[in-house]
């Protein structure tokens, strides 16, 4: 590993003859600190601060949505912008991001993504308008791409073997309660002090987590880390997923438009360029060997299904329990913690069991169930009760989620060799959030939402019932894919560390470097 550079502070937190912090912080970067020393209780705070920033912005900016469309005056589709730039550049650049972290430095790229997370955070907090609250947002998605695959590479490289599933326990812990009380904590940011605060509330994280990291996490680079960066397969990703959802938002409001098609059919001939590059390049950020895994090629594709559909249901019924129902945004917000307080409490135990009975069933009941909560939202209308209805739906909801998030995250990491099984994780991450944005962009598409839609009680109604059973019929397919394909890995040779999850974003970064004592 890299050795630190001499002013870190040591596992004490003094600062000692600079050789001795020198020695120190090369052990440290070997990975010898102890989750009870004073240096790594230091390296956990940062790490779990850094990764709540993005777990939180997962959860806490969907129930701010019609608050910002209200102060901005503007139509459906700035709020899907909202949504999607960040998603875009961060499904995009979170492969890249990674490969980063291991050349120059995770904690130096760690550090410079929460500065940057926090600095575009600022920007969306202060933007004027609707045009600069995009961009702002796009560039925090470039912010993210750097910040999230560091925190558990720093674990990774800081702690002892010996303690480090108990280091990562607590990161995974820790987080998760933060993602878990993002709905309520967005909620009452909207209510409160205003919808720019979901956003502000970065700015102090990042000043706590940058100068905690720049003093006590050693630096770590993977020394097997070479050849060229594919930034010319990262920007032909991102190119053709911007185009793709340009078309797919402009069309309610444009469906003849020249404009529409060419960006539709330009970003199809770039996916394509994009596969054919992966397939030519040396060093290919997405491999293309990869996927001669049956198995995992069939647990990325029940990935798409089952993202797409979680980043609609949650897009929807954040509107559906504010516009439609009359929750305010902390209302709202309240209203989504069952889903992720089940996943809070019970993602270590479906973990287990997906060990014990193997993957096919969770990852076809899972569905299933997450199918069956959103037949259940249909009876979520004007007037509705939360006890009869809302509370079921998220209840059965955050069963099926908490059945099939584990489990898949298990199965990816056990589907290919385990010198791969950390870019196998960030690919099926990547899939995630590319899903997740398809279905923010293309499913209002789909269910005949206007413009203007969302600012009225009885065409968002009408539109929330048409797109439920669509998100409800992409996971039946995702189920059925499980069933008849997903067979036991013949060697689980990769366990997945982050034992408790609640981002309804993607699943979690795993690094792939616990391997099986079985």
């Not at 599933?165 to 967005?186: D, K, T």
């Not at 994280?205 to 880390?225: F, G, I, N």
């Amino acid at each position: 590993m890299a050795e630190s550079p001499p002013d870190d502070a040591s596992a004490t937190g003094s600062t000692p003859h600079p050789q001795s912090t020198k020695d120190a912080a090369q052990g440290a970067s070997q990975g010898v600190l102890r989750v009870a020393s004073r240096q790594g209780r230091w390296v956990l705070l940062t790490t779990i601060l850094g990764s709540s920033m993005a777990l939180l912005d997962s959860t806490v900016v969907n129930v701010a949505l019609p608050r910002i469309g209200d102060d901005f005056d503007t139509d459906l589709a700035v709020l899907q912008w909202t949504l999607t730039a960040y998603m875009l550049s961060l499904a995009g650049l979170i492969l890249l991001g990674g490969a980063l972290g291991d050349r120059f430095g995770r904690r130096r790229v760690f550090v410079i993504g929460t500065i940057w997370f926090a600095a575009a955070s600022m920007l969306c907090g202060l933007a004027p308008n609707a045009g600069v609250l995009i961009a702002a947002r796009a560039l925090q998605g470039v912010g993210g791409a750097l910040l999230t695959p560091g925190s558990l590479a720093l674990i990774q490289g800081s702690f002892h073997t010996d303690d480090r599933a108990r280091a990562v326990g607590l990161w995974s812990g820790f987080g998760g309660v933060g993602a878990a009380v993002g709905p309520f904590l967005g909620g009452w940011l909207v209510d409160g002090p205003g919808w720019r605060w979901v956003f502000l509330i970065n700015v102090p994280l990042a000043a706590l987590c940058v100068p905690v990291a720049l003093r006590h996490v050693p630096e770590t680079r993977d020394p097997a880390a070479h050849g060229r960066f594919d930034v010319l397969g990262a920007a032909l990703g991102a190119a053709a997923l911007a185009l793709v959802t340009y078309a797919l938002i402009a069309a309610p409001g444009h469906s003849a438009s020249p404009v529409v098609f060419g960006a539709a059919a330009a970003g199809l001939v770039l996916a394509a360029v994009f596969v054919h590059t992966e397939r030519t390049r040396p060093d290919p950020m997405l491999p293309p060997s990869l996927f001669a895994s049956r198995l995992f090629t069939t647990v990325n594709l029940v990935t798409l299904c089952v993202y797409a559909a979680f980043g609609g249901f949650f897009f929807f019924t954040a509107l559906q329990l504010q516009v439609v129902v009359g929750y305010s945004a902390l209302g709202a917000g309240t209203a989504l913690l069952p889903t992720t307080v089940l996943m809070l409490l019970f993602s270590a135990k479906s973990g287990e069991l997906g060990q014990r009975i193997g993957p096919r069933i969770p990852l076809t009941a899972g569905p299933l169930f997450c199918a069956a909560a959103m037949l259940l939202m249909l009876r979520v209308g004007p007037h509705a009760s939360y006890v009869r209805d809302v509370l079921p739906a998220l209840l059965v909801m955050g069963t099926g989620m908490v059945t099939l998030v584990a489990p898949l995250t298990a199965t990816v990491l056990a589907s290919v060799d385990v010198s791969r099984a950390g870019l196998a994780s960030g690919i099926n991450n990547a899939a995630a959030r590319a899903a997740g944005l398809i279905a923010v962009a293309g499913l209002p598409l789909l269910a005949g939402v206007g413009p203007e839609a969302y600012r009225s009680v009885t065409e968002f109604d009408s539109a929330f019932r048409r797109a439920m059973p669509l998100c409800a019929a992409v996971l039946v397919l995702g189920a059925l894919i499980a069933f008849f394909a997903v067979r036991a890995p013949r060697a689980e040779r990769c366990h997945a560390e982050c034992k408790v999850h609640c981002g309804v974003g993607a699943p979690p970064l795993e690094t792939g470097a616990q391997t099986s004592t079985d």
